[in-house]
């Protein structure tokens, strides 16, 4: 079988490069005439991806689900071009992402758009979840948006279990900046809800967790 190590780590390279690239398209005043011309080398680099392509519900073979790595997770992904990447670590107090947005990721000029800012806090507040030994889903989510989040900025959030009840979960997050963390950016409640295995196994029939 193929070194897994090894092959997280070209998935992350390109992940890397590609993410390198959606800023550089963000940013580029460069002629019109270049931009038509690498459409055409992009499209060209995009047929050279001939290996087989995964089923829609089938889990990549880098990750592993539901509890440890997304590697093309848009908020923590590595290997995802969207991804800022989100970096976590647990602490005593819940869960803590660090990273920085970029102009690829960009709502009003110079600012995150709010989506990003209420994708990363649901990711986190999720893992938070899952930290609790509850992997769950979203039911609901309240995105305040305090102050807006600058771009290249590096950025601290937090994500902390207020409550569990049967698999009914609360959270609380926060998006703060690194170098002033009293300032909240974004603040946010959730809800969640870890799913029977009944429906877990019918909603995620490619992953081995659910499955006898
Ligand atoms: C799980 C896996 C993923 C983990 C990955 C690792 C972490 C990655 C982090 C990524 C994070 C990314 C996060 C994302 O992006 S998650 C993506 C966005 N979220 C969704 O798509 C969720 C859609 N909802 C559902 O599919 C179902 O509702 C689920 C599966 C969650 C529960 O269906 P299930 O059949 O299992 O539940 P139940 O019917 O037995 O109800 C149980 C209790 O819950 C209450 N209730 C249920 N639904 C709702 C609702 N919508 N509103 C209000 N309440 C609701 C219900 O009243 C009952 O309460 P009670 O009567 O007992 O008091």
């Given at each position: 079988?193929?070194?897994?190590?090894?092959?997280?780590?070209?998935?992350?390279?390109?992940?890397?490069?590609?993410?390198?690239?959606?800023?550089?398209?963000?940013?580029?005043e460069?002629?019109?005439?270049?931009?038509?011309?690498?459409?055409?080398?992009?499209?060209?680099?995009?047929?050279?991806?001939?290996?087989?392509?995964?089923?829609r519900?089938?889990?990549?073979?880098?990750?592993?689900?539901?509890?440890?790595?997304r590697?093309?997770?848009?908020?923590?992904?590595?290997?995802?071009?969207?991804a800022?990447?989100?970096?976590?670590?647990?602490?005593?107090?819940?869960?803590?992402?660090?990273?920085?947005?970029?102009?690829?990721?960009?709502?009003p000029?110079g600012y995150?758009?709010?989506?990003?800012?209420?994708?990363?806090?649901?990711?986190?507040?999720?893992?938070?979840?899952?930290?609790k030994?509850?992997?769950?889903?979203?039911?609901a989510?309240?995105?305040?948006?305090?102050?807006?989040?600058?771009?290249?900025?590096?950025?601290?959030?937090?994500?902390?279990?207020?409550?569990i009840?049967?698999?009914?979960?609360?959270?609380?997050?926060?998006?703060?900046?690194?170098?002033?963390?009293?300032?909240?950016?974004?603040?946010?409640?959730?809800?969640?809800?870890?799913?029977?295995?009944?429906?877990?196994?019918?909603?995620?029939?490619?992953?081995?967790?659910?499955?006898?």
């Amino acid at each position: 079988m193929e070194d897994l190590e090894l092959r997280r780590k070209a998935v992350a390279e390109l992940g890397r490069e590609l993410r390198s690239l959606m800023e550089t398209v963000a940013r580029t005043e460069t002629p019109t005439e270049d931009l038509q011309e690498l459409a055409g080398e992009v499209q060209r680099l995009e047929a050279r991806f001939t290996g087989r392509r995964r089923e829609r519900s089938e889990i990549p073979g880098v990750d592993v689900f539901p509890f440890g790595l997304r590697m093309y997770s848009p908020a923590t992904g590595h290997g995802s071009a969207f991804a800022p990447p989100l970096e976590i670590e647990e602490t005593e107090d819940g869960l803590v992402g660090r990273c920085a947005l970029g102009v690829a990721h960009e709502g009003p000029p110079g600012y995150a758009h709010g989506g990003m800012s209420a994708m990363l806090l649901d990711e986190l507040m999720g893992w938070a979840c899952a930290a609790k030994g509850l992997p769950a889903m979203t039911i609901a989510l309240d995105v305040r948006y305090q102050r807006p989040v600058p771009v290249e900025m590096p950025l601290l959030l937090r994500a902390r279990v207020t409550g569990i009840e049967g698999r009914k979960i609360t959270v609380s997050g926060s998006v703060v900046p690194e170098d002033d963390p009293q300032t909240i950016l974004v603040a946010a409640e959730g809800r969640f809800v870890a799913p029977d295995l009944d429906r877990a196994r019918s909603l995620f029939p490619g992953a081995k967790g659910y499955q006898n």
